[in-house]
């Protein structure tokens, strides 16, 4: 929470622009950063010169096929380059890790679902253990939320369902089983591109867990990759892969 007051000013104004530009442009600036900052805190001539010797090791090992002795020596001489050049990669990771994985949880709170508007219906499901027949909602504070069709519901194959609708505000649910003990979940109903945690699981409880109907942001817009329609973080990964390739060519990064 304090992380994401801090990136607040900086990015939110990236919530005006569509999902897709605006991961692009939070992955372009990171892995041009990181770019950066691998090419001036790794000794780039010395890893130039590992690449280059990995390859003509390479060569060798194709070449040695045949002598099980010659190959297991050349084996462990790659190895030992490899070491080296993994230990000169690791250097940038300390610097790039907690500044990554920060904004991460700022995308994480405002990229991965869309928010609940106001006054449009969205949907309240709990999940019961076997043989729960009934399920009552309550919702704090009640005056600016209704409730369709009513508060008290059967529970049919182990789910309850409620469609909701009210003002902005920050509320609470209960969910009670008669007989079986209750449980909350707090939901965010705002204009904004903000949310809570949609689902919510409940260990040792006849309520297993309370899910809201958040939808999932798709930020290729329906694209399918093999009918895989990734989110923001499956989003960011091709495109910082992409960007990373073309940088690394365009700043001569070894």
């Known amino acids: 929470m304090v992380f994401e007051t801090l990136l607040d000013p900086f990015l939110r104004p990236l919530l005006a622009l569509s999902p897709f530009w605006a ?11 990181i770019t950066f900052v691998y090419k001036y805190t790794t000794n780039q001539k010395r890893m130039l010169e590992l690449r280059t010797k990995l390859k003509a090791m390479q ?4 070449a040695a096929r ?20 993994m230990k000169h990669s690791f ?19 405002h990229m991965a679902y869309y928010n609940l508007a106001p006054q449009q219906d969205f949907t309240l499901t709990a999940t019961f253990n076997q043989g729960i027949k009934q399920a009552e909602l309550t919702v704090i504070p009640p005056e600016n939320i209704s409730i369709a069709p009513n508060a008290t519901v059967a529970v049919v194959n182990d789910t309850a ?10 509320y609470k649910a209960t969910v009670t089983v008669p007989n079986a003990g209750s449980q909350e979940k707090a939901f965010l109903i705002t ?3 903000r ?19 958040n939808e999932h ?8 990759l093999l009918g895989w329609r990734p989110g923001w973080l499956g989003t960011y990964i091709i495109l910082s892969l992409i960007l990373s390739i073309l940088l690394r060519k365009l700043l001569k990064v070894v």
């Open 23 to 33: 991961v692009f442009i939070i992955a372009f600036v990171l892995t041009l950063a």
């Open 59 to 62: 060569k060798k090992m194709k």
């Open 66 to 85: 045949d002598d099980p002795k010659k190959l297991m020596k050349i084996q462990q001489e790659s190895m030992s380059l490899n070491m080296e050049l």
């Open 91 to 109: 250097k940038p990771t300390l610097y790039t890790f907690i500044p990554i994985i920060i904004i991460f949880g700022w995308l994480n709170a």
């Open 161 to 170: 369902s409620w469609t909701l609708r009210g003002d902005p505000g920050l």
């Open 191 to 193: 204009d904004e591109r």
């Open 195 to 213: 949310y809570e945690p949609p689902m919510r699981r409940y260990k040792d409880s006849a309520i297993t867990s309370i899910a809201l109907s």
């Open 217 to 224: 942001v798709k930020p290729l817009n329906g694209i399918s």
